[in-house]
């Protein structure tokens, strides 16, 4: 069959749906500093609240699938565009080149900060170079927390730089996505129809469901921060690169995405608290009881389903049009992602003495985070050399509120 027509729309909603998600990140890794309750191997501020933990758990259910069904549906279209070594050379300059400069600038820095904070937090002290013998007994209890949990140490973390390195993988998988496209074609109107079904949300979960079952409480908390690729969170993550890709050219569909989105929304609002006692329970249970496993496997997939569906119908509905916001936001959240982490860190590290509630210094963290990262990407990135190593272009973008009206 002959190859479609280039697909030459600016998806602006998209657009601004993949900086939001990047720039999400600031919300979520502050949420992290103030969980009450939380499992995982971090330290905490001594000011806490269950809201944060609510928080996490929410915009982690949604937040990485979105951003890896969007990287797949512009893989598609950059391949569309560029072709598939075109494409390669791309990623490899606007990827793999920043990822493995951050690797030695932004990660070193990211580890001290979270030594810093955790070491002020755990013992009280504030010193920006960390007392060896605080740093040892800390890591010793980091690891042994880990070790009940049943999760790895003494891997070397990538922090929140993981993101980028598991997308070098799948771009990969590009030509199997192309494959899968070119198989689905003798098929094309039944695709189409089955996508326009508000009923495939369920088959994308139940997919879903098998790639988490790997997972206590079937959340995927473990596992895909570190150098060595953790296989169940490649399988988890990847298959919303792959569908992306496929979605690219069954784009058509995505316009009922935008027409249901108030209903996916009352969907994810049911299955959110659904899902997070689901995974109290499997978490209880320690995953003995196979019907609450499976239940907490089924029960987040349809939440994370619900939630993708609602964010990309929610993006093209209200922000597919050309705004300065939405360009600049664009431009400006591959810079924020970057650097937010040692930022966020930083300033959590300056409140730990600090006996507020943890809304004000969650708060306080988020505001100096975007306006540093803000900032210096106005500044000191968009004109610079920088711009055309992330961007492989100069800006001079004015700020959204006094850019002219397009």
């Known amino acids: 069959m002959p190859e479609r027509l280039e697909d030459h729309r600016r998806y602006f909603g998209l657009d601004a749906l993949r900086g939001g998600m990047m720039m999400l990140g600031i919300v979520l890794h502050a949420a992290m500093l103030y969980l009450a309750a939380s499992t995982l191997p971090v330290q905490t501020d001594a000011n806490t609240s269950l809201v944060f933990d609510a928080l996490f758990a929410l915009i982690h259910s ?13 893989a598609a279209l950059l391949v569309e565009k560029r072709g598939l070594k075109g494409t390669y050379r791309n990623r490899a300059g606007r990827v793999l080149a920043p990822l493995l400069a951050s690797v030695v600038t932004v ?18 002290t504030h010193d920006l170079v960390p007392d060896m013998n605080d740093l040892q007994a800390f890591g010793q209890a980091m690891f042994n927390k880990a070790a009940a949990l049943g999760l790895s140490g003494g891997e070397l973390p990538l922090a929140h730089l993981w993101f980028l390195y598991y997308l070098c993988y799948f771009y990969l998988l590009i030509p199997l996505c ?22 495939m949300l369920v088959g994308f979960a139940l997919g879903t469901s098998a790639t988490l079952w790997p997972f206590h409480g079937g959340q995927l908390h473990e596992g895909f921060m570190f150098l060595k690729p953790h296989l169940p969170s490649l399988a988890y ?21 935008a027409r249901d989105v108030k209903a996916y929304a009352v969907l994810a609002a049911f299955l959110f608290p659904l899902a997070q006692y689901a995974s109290h329970l499997d ?4 995953g003995a009881d196979v019907a609450n496993h499976f239940a907490a496997v089924l029960v987040n997939a349809l939440c994370t389903w619900a939630l993708v569906y609602m964010f990309i119908g929610g993006a093209l509905r209200w922000f597919d049009r050309n705004a300065p916001w939405i360009f600049y936001l664009s431009q400006a959240s591959y810079w924020v992602f970057l650097v937010h982490m040692p930022l966020v860190l930083f300033a959590g590290w300056l409140l730990v003495p600090y006996d507020v509630p943890a809304v004000i210094k969650f708060t306080l ?17 968009q004109k610079t050399w920088l711009s055309v190593f992330l961007h492989g272009r100069r800006f001079d973008l004015a700020w959204p509120w006094r850019a002219p009206l397009v």
């Not at 192309?178 to 079904?197: H, M």
């Open 283 to 286: 978490n209880a249970a320690h």
């Open 365 to 381: 963290v988020c505001a100096f985070t975007s306006a540093a990262a803000l900032l210096t990407f106005h500044y000191w990135v």
């Open 237 to 257: 993550y990847g298959s919303f690169f792959v569908l992306g890709y496929v979605f690219h050219h069954y784009r058509g569909f995505l316009q009922a995405l």
């Open 107 to 124: 990660l070193p820095l990211t580890i001290l900060l979270v030594i810093d904070f955790s070491l002020s937090a755990r013992y009280g």
């Open 178 to 199: 192309r494959a899968l496209v070119a198989a689905s074609r003798p098929f094309e109107e039944r695709v189409k129809r089955c996508l326009a079904s508000p009923l």
């Open 62 to 74: 949604f937040r990485m699938p979105v951003f890896f069904v969007l990287a797949g549906f512009f």
